[in-house]
Every structure is written in structure tokens, then in C-alpha cells.
């Protein structure tokens, strides 16, 4: 896969707006490569903003790589590398699917410390006053795709069972594992975000270009909050998905998810 330097999309919110609509309509197969975009014009009515809006979204597409201007001729949609098939997870289990991807992809440590954990974070594993958690910042790539950026928070005294070089090389539940935690449960919530600067550099992609977001407290056979993860994810690269049954009789039919077997 060809990944391109990317520049931040255009500072003003139209052009913005204008900037994700149109590469993501790219990214879909809308334009294919080598199709020519529609006209500044026709893009303006289109989008319902000036010309000047367009140009600026145009502009910040060509510098990314998604188009080339070509004087003439219009805005040509280039083509972009062999993309790499998009990892996807069933919601019903994604426990263990997501286990399994930390196996199969690469990960990439940014940064590792101990200290206070922001308060959110504490409220959520149920920390006193004063406890100390280890925070990891990676990101996971598939193959040379960087995927998914991962902060993960995890109390003081489990955590100082492994050392920077195992959290670089090993997926954290291994680590867990192996420092005696039972895993019994988790809370997770999926929502969306967009990427900040430190996140598009990290994963190859324009600030502010829309994310997953994943928030996922996991608990230990007492009850004690044991792992608080953050992830961000490439929509382009991941997504989840779920299969849904009709069950039930006459007006009480109605969909719920099949669960599968869940297991590592």
C-alpha cells in the first residue's frame, strides 16, 4: 500500500466539510481512479458553498494525494496504491476478536510512563486518591497500514509485572495474563471522533478526518477495573459489524443479535 504525506485538511469549516465529503466519496468508489471530478461549478451547487470553498477542498485533496489538478482538464482521481483488505469485528464478540487481531497485525510503541490517570479514567477502574496507573500509547498496523491508535491505561501494581519491551512486542491481555489476572467482563461503548493532530500523524491520515472510537473498561473476576482502553480507529481500515435474526411471534418480531461462540 502507497501511504501519502498528508497535509491538514482546509482551516475553514466548509471547506472542511467539503474536503471529508468528497474524499470519502472517493475512498467508496464514487470516483473511481482516473475519473474526473465534477467541475468548481457544478461541485458549488452541489455542496452549496462558493467556488472559492471548492478550491480550497480541491486543494487540500491534491496535496494529499487523493487528486491531481491538471490545468485544462479538471481534478483527476488518482489512484492510490493497492489498499489493503479492511479488518472488521463482530460486535457480538469483539472481545476475543480483537485479541485475535493484536495477534495477527504489528504494533508500535509511542510511549510508556506511570502516573496519575485522568479522571475519567480512574472513575471507570475504580482507583482511590492517589493510585498510579502505567500509561501505553501504540499504533497497530496491518502490514505497513497503520490501523488503529491504542492508549491504554492499567493500575500501578499489575502493570509493573511487564516492562516496555514486552508491551512493544506482546498484546496486553498475554501480558495481563501472565501477571495473574483472572479477566471476568467488560464495558465497552463505540462512538465517533475525529483525529487530532497527534493521532492523523500517527496514523497516516489528515487531522480531522473521522474515527472509530472505542471506550472498554475491563474487570477481574472481583470486580476490580484491571484495563481502561481508548482506541481510535481508520474507518477506511476497520469496521465492525453485526448479524442480526428476526425472533419472536406476530406484532412481538423483532431483531436481535446472534451471538457467537466467543473464545480465543
Known sequence: MTIHAQTAPPVGGKARRVYLLLREEITNGAFPPGELLPGENRLAETFEVSRVTIRKALEALAADGWIEKKLGAGSVVLERGSSPQALSA???????????????????????????????????????????????????????????????????DIARNYDEADLATQPLFRLLERSG??????HQS?????????????????????????RRTV????????????????????????????VGVGEERHWEPVIGEAGE
Open 219 to 246: 474487570f477481574d473476576a472481583s470486580g476490580r477495573g484491571v484495563e481502561y482502553l481508548a482506541a481510535l480507529y481508520r474507518p477506511d481500515l476497520f469496521r465492525l459489524e453485526m448479524t442480526l435474526t428476526r
Open 90 to 156: 463482530d460486535l457480538a464478540s469483539l472481545m476475543p476478536q480483537i485479541v485475535e487481531m493484536d495477534r495477527a497485525t504489528t504494533a508500535r510503541l509511542l510511549s510508556f510512563s506511570y502516573g496519575a490517570p485522568p479522571p475519567a479514567v480512574a472513575k471507570a477502574l475504580k482507583l482511590g486518591g492517589g493510585e498510579k496507573v502505567q500509561t501505553a500509547v501504540r499504533v497497530r498496523s496491518a502490514g505497513d497500514a497503520p490501523f488503529s491508535h491504542l492508549t491504554t491505561y492499567v493500575p500501578e
Open 190 to 214: 463505540v462512538t465517533a471522533a475525529l483525529a487530532t493532530p497527534d493521532v492523523a500523524d500517527a496514523l497516516a491520515i489528515s487531522e480531522g478526518s473521522p474515527l472509530l472510537s472505542l
Open 181 to 186: 489476572v483472572k479477566v471476568d467482563g467488560a
